[in-house]
Nanobody, 121 residues
Framework: QVHLVESGGGLVQPGGSLRLSCAAS????????MGWYRQAPGKQRDLVAT???????NYADSVKGRFTISRDNAENTVHLQMDSLKPEDTAVYYC???????????????WGQGTPVTVSS
């Protein structure tokens, strides 16, 4: 079994910063990539940023230049540094992992429980 636990969400004023973290644990064999998605009320879940474990990142156009994704290989952890936050960044942020378990099951659909981010004055 694989668990993803997010932390770091909260309330911040426009222009402020937050740092999200997601730790993966359990029967992890190989991590291929981890990333962050977000879902605002009444909207679909959209990609924010992903990082390939051997290198390479991908960002939604709306967050390029403001958000930075990074990883800690030893801790199976991914971080999302969010700067210059805007009200439209308000959403529940979900951690995602694409990995192979120790019993060789491969899936791109491991998800955390979500952490809310509210950008408001």
């Amino acid at each position: 079994q694989v668990h993803l636990v997010e932390s770091g969400g909260g309330l911040v004023q426009p222009g402020g910063s937050l740092r999200l973290s997601c730790a993966a644990s359990g029967s992890i064999g190989i991590i291929y990539s981890m990333g962050w998605y977000r879902q605002a009320p009444g909207k679909q879940r959209d990609l924010v940023a992903t990082i390939i474990w051997i290198g390479g990142t991908n960002y939604a156009d709306s967050v390029k230049g403001r958000f930075t994704i990074s990883r800690d290989n030893a801790e199976n952890t991914v971080h999302l540094q969010m700067d210059s936050l805007k009200p439209e960044d308000t959403a529940v942020y979900y951690c995602n992992a694409y990995l192979r378990t120790t019993d060789r099951r491969i899936s791109p659909n491991y998800w955390g429980q979500g952490t809310p981010v509210t950008v408001s004055s």
